[in-house]
């Protein structure tokens, strides 16, 4: 069955902003640390955020810090992706994910269907 739900994609121009969300089943947002990929036309797929099973730690990829933000909110299993200052170069399909640790180093355990982000220049 479906686990994660991804929403919130869409058309927006350099510079706007954009949330992302993604539902879970709630055994898998209270057993995993929730993250965030995304993968670019013609690229391979890339980790953005995670956040940590009590939302105090998170972490980033270099080319989203300080414009993207990563939260979760326990009350409705849902993990958010808040994105200022978009790029063009931001323009891909965002996949939420349910990962080991902070700092991937295995596949995701599960992934969300993806939600396509199109940054107009």
């Known amino acids: 069955q479906v686990q994660l739900v991804e929403s919130g994609g869409g058309l927006v121009q350099a510079w706007g902003s954009l949330r992302l969300s993604c539902a879970a089943s709630?055994?898998?947002?209270?057993?995993?640390?929730m993250g965030w990929f995304r993968q670019g036309p013609g690229k391979e797929r890339e980790f953005v955020a995670t956040?940590?099973?009590?939302?105090?730690?998170?972490y980033y990829a270099d080319s989203v810090k300080g414009r993207f933000t990563i939260s979760r909110d326990g009350a409705k299993n849902t993990v958010y992706l808040q994105m200022n200052s978009l790029k063009p170069e931001d323009t891909a399909v965002y996949y939420c994910a349910a990962v080991s640790a902070l700092i991937v180093r295995s596949p995701p355990k599960h992934w969300g269907q993806g939600t396509q982000v199109t940054v107009s220049s």
């Open positions: 956040i940590s099973r009590s939302g105090s730690s998170t």
């Open positions: 709630g055994s898998i947002f209270s057993t995993y640390v």
